[in-house]
């Protein structure tokens, strides 16, 4: 059974400080990985995609790396705002799921302090 | 201009009652979801419905029932509310193709008591 981990829970950092989101999944047979944001309060906005083959993907300040063979992936985002605040979630497709259902981490709660 | 979209964004009702939560995409998309965020915030998927089959989560108690009256729309029925249905639901819905992006609506709190 697939199982995604998200460490840390919460993090706090400076304005302008770059940081590292972790993710990692106990299956490697996957098909893709995505990254979330939620706001509180609000729903999920997908951020990237990574398809299994892939080793990462950018947009704009963010950057998210894919290793399937270990199981992890990273989110690392550059040059941290104070509108970046919100909680990140990574989520797997497994490769055993026929229904294309989403295997979500617990997420880890982002502030970036002014 | 709402991708996923879901009526009512709150929802407050007693035990025993039933209720429906509806759910529409407007992106031609051919699968749908709903998820369960309980008050951990953790996501668990508990269907997956295209116009060819629907996929349970095993652990989905029988009284929830999604309906689906055409592929735009995926509506969630409760029936029998428990206190321990609380939490916030989301529909989301991709393309079949494997590769597809999932898009999430902005949830529905469900407050039982």
């Known amino acids: 059974k697939q199982e995604v981990t998200q460490i840390p829970a919460a993090l706090s950092v400076p304005e302008g400080e770059n940081l590292v989101l972790n993710c990692s999944f106990t299956d490697s047979a996957i098909y893709n990985l995505q990254w979330f944001r939620q706001d509180p309060g609000k729903g999920l906005t997908s951020l990237l995609l990574i398809q299994s083959s892939q080793r990462e993907q950018t947009s704009g300040r963010l950057n998210a790396s894919l290793d399937k063979s270990s199981g992890r992936s990273t989110l690392y985002i550059a040059a941290s705002q104070p509108g970046d605040s919100a909680t990140y979630l990574c989520?797997?497709?497994?490769?055993?799921?026929?229904?294309?259902?989403?295997?979500f981490g617990g997420g880890t709660r982002l502030m970036v302090k002014p | 201009d709402t991708a996923v979209s879901q009526t009512p964004k709150y929802l407050v009702t007693q035990m025993g009652n039933d209720k429906s939560i509806k759910c529409e995409q407007n992106l031609g998309h051919d699968t749908m979801y709903w998820y369960k965020q309980d008050s951990k915030k953790f996501l668990k998927i508990m269907f997956s419905y295209n116009n060819k089959e629907l996929i349970i989560n095993e652990t989905v108690p029988n009284r929830f029932s999604p309906k689906s009256p055409d592929k735009a729309h995926l509506n969630l029925h409760i029936n029998s509310l428990e206190l321990g249905d609380s939490a916030v639901y989301f529909c989301a819905s991709s393309q079949w193709d494997r590769l597809g992006e999932q898009y999430f609506g902005p949830g529905t709190r469900l407050t039982v008591t």
């Open positions: 989520a797997v497709r497994p490769r055993d799921n026929a229904g294309n259902m989403l295997t």
